[in-house]
């Protein structure tokens, strides 16, 4: 069955940095594009960052863009998100998304698989 997986979340100091994992199975990983989004308590959930097909295009959002990478490793079925330089407002549970038509979007509905999410914790 469709599993999509994301681990890497943790307990890190404002200013830290920490990668997140999106082990996927189930599907043809390669036919999807993969999109991260995190929500907070009360808040609504928000992109963070999201990679095509290929690998070859990613897109950040303005909250992480300048201190976040987004890569995949299709051969691992797997997609990472690295972030640094961590603030107290970007703590949140953070989810995979998987969507297999069109690229890249911000939009929450437009994904067809999701991801039970990973708690990233900074203290201040």
């Known amino acids: 069955q469709v599993q999509v997986v994301e681990s890497g979340g943790d307990l890190v100091q404002s200013g830290g940095s920490l990668r997140l994992s999106c082990a996927a199975s189930g599907f043809n990983f390669d036919d999807y594009a993969i999109g991260w989004f995190r929500q907070a308590p009360g808040k609504e959930r928000e992109f963070v960052a999201g990679?095509?097909?290929?690998?070859?295009?990613?897109y950040f959002g303005d909250s992480v863009k300048g201190r976040s990478t987004i890569s995949r490793d299709n051969a691992k079925n797997t997609v990472y998100l690295q972030m640094s330089s961590l603030k107290p407002e970007d703590a949140a549970v953070y989810y995979c998304?998987?969507?297999?038509?069109?690229?890249?979007?911000?939009?929450?509905?437009?994904?067809?698989?999701w991801g039970q999410g990973t708690q990233v914790t900074v203290s201040s």
């Open positions: 990679i095509n097909r290929s690998g070859g295009i990613t």
């Open positions: 998304a998987a969507r297999k038509y069109g690229g890249i979007t911000t939009t929450v509905d437009e994904y067809d698989y």
